[in-house]
């Protein structure tokens, strides 16, 4: 028989649980909900004042997707910035790519934007979340603190100035003509990227002050186009099947490059090329298992001389195989392909080995897409 002293012990140990499961379910409210909604989630709050802090609001049905729209909400401050600016940075994307569409420059000022934003974004946290049971939404406040941004943003700063002013010293300072349009090429890429970024701490700047630079964009790439035109002139020679609409395919593309073209040859008077891209073309047909079509394979190799110490600074291989229902329409349809590489992917290639963003290999160890019997190309 059970004694009353324990019955008023069960008792009690029932009270006890029931009052910490109902003081549990409150405090696991408060975490979600808190006190009420909090001021931040209409753009008020006391905690981050906007003196001292950037801040986003995001949200959603789930509490990473709350999350993902808060960051979201800092970069978009960001963009709409450096969107007002791009206009400042266009002369040097004519310049680095004449002929190109606006939608591919706006793409190329976007990718820059990119790279500025994510490191922008380094900086942000997600400082609270709460849950509004009525509309059962998620809400995400990101904060980025003000002087840490800053002080952060003034370091790639910096190291951008150290950058530009070195590579534009060597390129007045050097004889080599190579070196000097390397040099202005980094200088004006990093230039382009230390405008976003001082595009990105005027935002952060509560003064909305930012750094000004020593050099201007269109300065660098007016010097750098007035430089390509008279002393970097590329002639462009072409041998082989239909070796002249191809050699235009091939010039137009380094024009769209930024490059000057000429059409006089080695050994000619003013005008002469500093550089000389030639190579061969061919069409063949080739035998293949296919009762339907007809194939024609294209081929090209290429090298980039220096005329007057005749090295061999670079080549290139490219080809490929089109097919049609006639040999004679499989022939026009590869001739559209190798013209349309030609001036794209062979010209880009050629240019940013002259640029110096990448190296081409070496003639010696590049392997020939020509039958090497047939092709003018030695390698």
Not at 7 to 13: D, L
Not at 161 to 185: F, G, P
Not at 186 to 199: D, F, I, P, S
Not at 250 to 271: F, N, P
Request: glycine share 8%; proline share 3%.
């Amino acid at each position: 028989m059970m004694r009353v002293g324990q019955s008023s012990f069960g008792q009690g140990i029932a009270v006890f649980l029931c009052l910490w499961w109902m003081v549990s379910a409150s405090t696991a409210c408060t975490w979600f909900t808190g006190k009420g909604k909090p001021g931040w989630v209409d753009g008020r709050s006391v905690e981050y004042p906007s003196t001292q802090y950037l801040t986003g609001v995001g949200q959603a049905d789930t509490r990473s997707n709350a999350e993902d729209q808060a960051y979201a909400a800092v970069a978009r401050i960001f963009k709409v910035e450096v969107a007002a600016q791009a206009k400042d940075w266009e002369s040097y994307w004519v310049v680095e790519n004449h002929g190109v569409s606006n939608a591919e420059r706006r793409l190329t000022i976007d990718n820059v934007t990119r790279v500025s934003t994510d490191k922008v974004l380094e900086n942000v946290r997600i400082a609270d979340v709460w849950y509004d049971m009525d509309s059962r939404s998620y809400y995400a406040l990101g904060a980025m603190n003000r002087s840490q941004a800053e002080a952060a943003l003034m370091e790639k700063v910096s190291a951008l100035d150290r950058a530009i002013d070195a590579d534009v010293t060597e390129s007045r300072q050097t004889t080599d003509k190579l070196a000097k349009v390397r040099a202005l090429r980094r200088a004006g890429r990093n230039l382009v990227l230390r405008e976003v970024y001082n595009t990105d701490l005027r935002v952060i700047r509560p003064s909305g002050q930012g750094t000004p630079s020593a050099y201007q964009v269109n300065e660098l790439s007016g010097e750098l186009e007035q430089f390509l035109a008279t002393n970097l002139v590329i002639a462009v020679q072409v041998s082989g099947d239909h070796a002249e609409p191809v050699g235009r395919a091939l010039e137009e593309g380094l024009i769209r490059e930024g490059l000057q073209v000429t059409t006089k040859s080695e050994g000619e008077d003013a005008g002469s090329p500093e550089l000389i891209v030639r190579g061969t073309v061919r069409l063949f047909p080739v035998e293949v298992r296919d009762p339907n079509f007809k194939y024609v394979r294209w081929c090209s190799d290429f090298e980039v001389v220096e005329p007057g110490t005749r090295r061999v600074v670079g080549a290139t291989a490219y080809g490929g195989r089109e097919g049609h229902l006639t040999e004679r329409e499989a022939t026009a349809k590869a001739l559209r392909v190798m013209q349309q590489e030609l001036s794209s992917d062979v010209a880009k290639a050629i240019a940013a080995h002259i640029f110096g963003e990448v190296s081409l290999p070496e003639a010696a160890t590049m392997p020939g897409s020509c039958p090497r019997e047939e092709s003018g190309v030695k390698r």
